[in-house]
C-alpha cells in the first residue's frame, strides 16, 4: 500500500456507478470498489445463450438490436455496473483486408507471413467500416442514460492481434510468431504499426461515439520475455496511451500472463493496469505506487467452484485491496461458459460492501 493510502482521507458520499468508475481509474477517492466482469455477456447465461441462437458470432456482433441487447443483460441479470461494448478484439479486422472466421475461436484465410501482405493492409476509416460498433455505442448510452451506469468501448491490442494474423488462429506458444519476430523483424514492426495505426483510430471514434473508458486486450503479449517486451510491445502502449483521448475516457490494459513484465506495463501511460489471477496484487499494489489504477484479479474458474470456495477467495482480495487507491473489482481473465449465474451475483454482493479507497 502507497504512503497515500495510509494517510487520512476526506469521506466521499455516495457515487453514482460512473463516477465510481471515472474516479477510480483516476485514483480519486470512492465510496467503494467499482465492478465489472470481463465477458460478462456471454454463454454461461442462458439469456445470452437465446439471443444467439440462430445467428453467427460475427453476425450477432453486428446486429445492432442483438449486441444491445446482450450488453445490457449482465447489469438486470447479475447485477453488473458497468457494461462493455458487445463485440469483439476481431470486429474492425475484415475492414483491414484480413477474412476472419470463428470456429469457435478466430482462424485467418490467409495466416500473414510476407512483406507484401503487410503492405496490402489497409488502415479503414472505423465509421465506413464498421458503422455498427458506434452505433450500439450510441444506443447503450441513451439505454443507460438513467442508471448512470459506465460504458466501455474496448480494441485488441496489436500484438495480440499480430500473433492471430502470422498463426492464423490460437495457439499455445504462437511459434509462427516468435519465428516472424527473429527472423524477420522488420515484417513484424510494419505489421504492428499498421495495427497501432488502425487502433487508435477505432478506440477514438469509440469514444467519440460514448465510451466512457477503453480497454485494450493484450491477452497474448505475456508469452514474451521481461526484454522483449520492452522492445515490442511497451513502446505500442505508450504510443497508444499517448494518442487516445484520455481527457475524455481513461485507458485500461489488460494482459494475460504478465506478472514478469509488470513493471513495463506500469510504464505505458496506461491509467489502469488489469492484473491476471496469478498477478500477487498486494506486490503489483506497492509496484505501481502512485503511477495507475489497478484491475483484477480473481481467477475466472472460481466462478464455476462451490460457493463458499469462491466467497472465500473473493473475501480475501477485498481484505488484500481493501484501502488500496484506485482498484476495480474485475476477474483475472474473462469468465468462462461453466460460471454459475448465481455465484456471478454472489460476488458482486460482496463488492458492493466493500469499504471506500482512498485517492492516489
Ligand atoms: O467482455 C465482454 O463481455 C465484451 C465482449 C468480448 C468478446 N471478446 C466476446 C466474445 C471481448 C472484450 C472479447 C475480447 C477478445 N476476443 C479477446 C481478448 C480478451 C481475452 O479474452 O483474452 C480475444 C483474444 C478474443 C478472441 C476470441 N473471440 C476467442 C479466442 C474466441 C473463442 C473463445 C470463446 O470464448 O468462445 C472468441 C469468441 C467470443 N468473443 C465469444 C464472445 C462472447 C463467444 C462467442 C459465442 O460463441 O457466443
Known amino acids: 500500500m502507497s504512503g497515500a493510502a495510509q494517510k487520512a482521507q476526506p469521506a466521499v458520499g455516495r457515487l453514482d456507478p460512473t463516477e465510481r468508475l471515472l474516479r477510480s481509474c483516476r485514483g480519486q477517492t470512492v465510496d467503494r470498489p467499482p465492478v465489472w466482469l470481463m465477458r460478462q455477456a456471454g454463454r454461461y447465461l442462458p439469456e445470452y445463450r437465446k439471443v444467439r441462437e440462430g445467428v453467427s458470432f460475427l453476425e450477432m456482433c453486428r446486429d445492432v438490436d442483438r449486441a444491445v441487447e446482450v450488453s445490457l443483460q449482465p447489469i438486470r441479470l447479475v447485477g453488473s455496473e458497468a457494461v462493455i461494448l458487445f463485440s469483439d478484439i476481431f470486429t474492425p479486422i475484415p475492414g483491414m483486408g484480413i477474412e476472419v ?18 503492405e496490402k493492409l489497409r488502415v479503414p476509416d472505423p465509421q465506413e467500416s464498421t458503422p455498427f460498433v458506434f452505433e450500439i455505442l450510441r444506443v447503450l448510452r441513451k439505454e443507460l442514460a438513467d442508471s448512470r ?21 490460437g495457439s499455445k506458444d504462437f511459434g509462427e510468431l516468435k519465428r516472424m519476430m527473429y527472423a524477420a523483424p522488420s515484417i513484424l514492426r510494419a505489421l504492428q504499426s499498421t495495427l497501432t495505426e488502425m487502433v487508435v483510430g477505432y478506440l477514438n471514434a469509440q469514444i467519440a461515439a460514448g465510451a466512457q473508458v477503453v480497454q485494450l486486450f493484450d491477452t497474448w503479449a505475456g508469452l514474451l520475455g521481461p526484454d522483449e517486451y520492452r522492445e515490442w510491445v ?23 500472463g504478465g506478472a514478469h513484465v509488470l513493471e513495463s506495463m506500469f510504464d505505458s501511460g496506461a491509467d489502469v493496469i488489469s492484473l491476471d489471477w496469478r498477478v500477487d496484487v498486494t506486490a503489483a499494489a ?7 489504477s489497478l484491475q483484477g484479479n480473481l481467477d475466472p474458474d472460481l466462478m464455476g467452484a462451490p460457493r463458499d470456495v469462491m466467497v472465500a477467495a473473493a473475501r480475501r482480495l477485498i481484505d488484500s485491496m481493501q484501502g488500496h487507491p484506485g482498484w476495480i473489482f474485475n476477474l483475472g481473465h474473462g469468465i468462462k461458459p461453466t460460471a454459475d449465474p448465481d455465484n456471478v451475483r454472489a460476488l458482486v454482493d460482496l463488492i458492493r460492501e466493500a469499504k471506500p479507497c482512498p485517492a492516489r
Open 149 to 169: 451506469i459506465p460504458l466501455l468501448g474496448f480494441a485488441g491490442a496489436p500484438f495480440t492481434l499480430a500473433a492471430y494474423f502470422v498463426q492464423g488462429r
Open 101 to 118: 472466421d470463428f470456429r469457435p475461436g478466430p482462424t485467418i484465410a490467409e495466416p500473414i507471413r510476407s512483406r507484401e501482405q503487410v
Open 286 to 292: 506497492r509496484l505501481a505506487g502512485r503511477r495507475a
Open 234 to 256: 511497451l513502446p505500442v502502449h505508450r504510443e497508444i496511451a499517448a494518442k487516445l483521448d484520455r481527457a475524455r475516457a481513461p485507458l485500461i490494459l489488460y494482459v494475460r
